[in-house]
């Protein structure tokens, strides 16, 4: 089955800029999306088509996409940005399938 | 403002059925879809299906297909999860969100979601 990989954990200091990558054989033909999740919350879309952001998010997230590598980069890191980052996108046969989370520690 | 509410917290036996509502308000129901979203404690992610809440369409999760059924009802905005012959590893937290679009597209995504409703499975 189809799996995308991402990083367990990924570590910044405040202020210092987070990439969060997510790896997937489909990525160049299906688009990636991006869902921040912080503890006893539901998930928050914050990346959408691999590189638009919805209203509301920060400009200090941004998203990019190269070959078979999509990554969520936050500029300017912030405190309140500690959370669980996991992206989503679709097989071949359009089935959705999320990576197994990026945990985001800000130092 | 658009919001998604869900049922509330549910204790099931192994083999029972449970089914988890989630009433939309905010916007038109029918322009768009539903997925349905579980995640294990401590777990991440897990995609169930979709349902179009315009015709009722469906796509399920291979993993799922048989146990797993998505309705909806356009008189009260409201979709629903069933899930049958349940085990213990069904035990999670259920989440329904809007599907951008009320037809099946791999570049669709979830724009809101609800608040989660617990589903313990333990005899």
């Known amino acids: 089955s189809y799996e995308l990989t991402q990083p367990p954990s990924v570590s910044v200091s405040p202020g210092q800029t987070a990439r969060i990558t997510c790896s997937g054989d489909?990525?160049?033909?299906?688009?990636a999306y991006w869902y921040q999740q912080k503890p006893g919350q539901a998930p928050l879309l914050v990346m959408y088509k691999d590189s638009e952001r919805p209203s509301g998010i920060p400009e200090r997230f941004s998203g990019s996409s190269s070959g078979t590598t999509v990554t969520l980069t936050i500029s300017g890191v912030q405190a309140e940005d500690e959370a669980d980052y996991y992206c989503q996108s679709a097989d071949s046969s359009g089935t959705w399938v999320f990576g197994g989370g990026t945990k985001l520690t800000v130092l | 403002q658009v919001q998604l509410v869900q049922s509330g917290a549910e204790v099931k036996k192994p083999g029972a059925s449970v089914k988890v509502s989630c009433k939309a308000s905010?916007?038109?129901?029918?322009?768009?879809?539903i997925n349905w979203v579980r995640q294990a404690p401590g777990q991440g992610l897990e995609w169930m299906g979709w349902?179009?809440?315009?015709?009722?369409?469906?796509n399920y999760a291979q993993k799922l297909q048989g146990r797993v059924t998505m309705t909806t009802d356009t008189s009260t905005s409201t979709a629903y999860m069933e899930l049958r012959s349940l085990r213990s590893d069904d035990t999670a937290v259920y989440y329904c969100?809007?599907?951008?679009?009320?037809?099946?597209?791999?570049?669709?995504?979830?724009?809101?979601w609800g608040q989660g409703t617990l589903v313990t499975v333990s005899s």
């Open positions: 905010g916007y038109t129901f029918t322009r768009y879809g």
């Open positions: 489909a990525l160049p033909k299906q688009y």
């Open positions: 969100a809007r599907y951008s679009t009320y037809y099946y597209d791999s570049s669709g995504y979830v724009d809101y």
């Open positions: 349902i179009s809440a315009y015709n009722g369409n469906t």
